[in-house]
């Protein structure tokens, strides 16, 4: 499955590569919102919330009330993941508060999943060089994919894993590490980071994992009608 990705900085709709270089963006909403709506799902980043730098709530609850979303950005308490629920989200995305003090913290994941369910929750594995990020990934730590996986997938419905060597580049997702995480759980695995060809989203389709696609959408290379792939 093909889930669109709406990241929004500034009151707009951007594309960062690799988490930092803005490379495009956008305030035409409602025309995005036509093209999102055939989707099933559509991924929506608060990325001025996730970086600590602001918010975009108002914009974020318009995309909310329009749009199937999983949401995400600067959601560390119960009362902002319920505050988003309420607001319309299908789904959170959770990231940063499930690492405390450089390790995983599987406290705040069964507060959360004894809240709202697992299956309201998406548990975001942003990785670079093989090393989970946080904070809007300007923090590094030493947990591993895999490791995050192993101890926390009790308490969600999904993993989101953002390969950010590659966002933004549209140069290919590496498929090695998808493979051993699609190994690690059952849960529906979800992944990103330069992901642009409809035989990509194909070929992650056939291992059971739903592909974001944000830059290849955005600059025109990958278009809609042609990148939904077909379920068996």
């Known amino acids: 499955m093909l889930i669109p990705s709406i990241d929004l900085m500034g009151g ?3 594309q960062l590569i690799q988490g ?4 495009l963006e956008f305030d035409n909403f409602e025309e995005w919102i036509a093209r999102f709506s055939v989707f099933p799902l559509v991924q929506l980043i608060d990325l001025d919330a996730a970086m600590g730098s ?3 709530t108002a914009l974020a609850s318009r995309f909310l009330r329009a749009l199937p979303c999983q949401f995400g950005g600067g959601i560390r308490s119960i009362e902002a993941a319920r505050a988003v629920l309420k607001a319309g989200a299908r789904r959170v995305i ?4 499930l690492i405390q003090n450089g390790g995983i913290n599987i406290r705040a994941a069964r507060e959360f ?11 975001a594995i942003d990785t670079r060089g093989e090393q989970v990020a946080i904070r809007g990934w300007k923090e590094s730590t030493e947990v591993t994919p895999t490791q995050m996986i192993a101890a926390l997938d009790p308490f969600c419905g999904a993993f989101l894993y953002t390969h950010i060597d590659s966002e933004g580049l ?3 997702l590496p498929l090695d590490p998808v493979r051993k995480l699609r190994k690690a759980t059952d849960k529906q695995l979800i992944v990103a980071g330069g992901i642009a060809t409809h035989q990509e989203i194909l070929s992650l389709h056939q291992m059971q994992v ?3 696609v944000g830059m290849a959408v ?15």
């Open 12 to 14: 707009k709709i951007v």
């Open 20 to 23: 930092s270089k803005k490379a």
């Open 54 to 56: 602001g918010e975009n």
């Open 94 to 97: 959770l990231g940063s508060v």
């Open 113 to 123: 999943a004894e809240e709202f369910g697992p299956d309201k929750l998406v548990f």
């Open 170 to 172: 549209m140069t290919g």
């Open 210 to 212: 739903d592909a974001v």
């Open 218 to 232: 955005y600059s025109g290379l990958l278009k809609l009608p042609d990148s939904i792939p077909v379920a068996k």
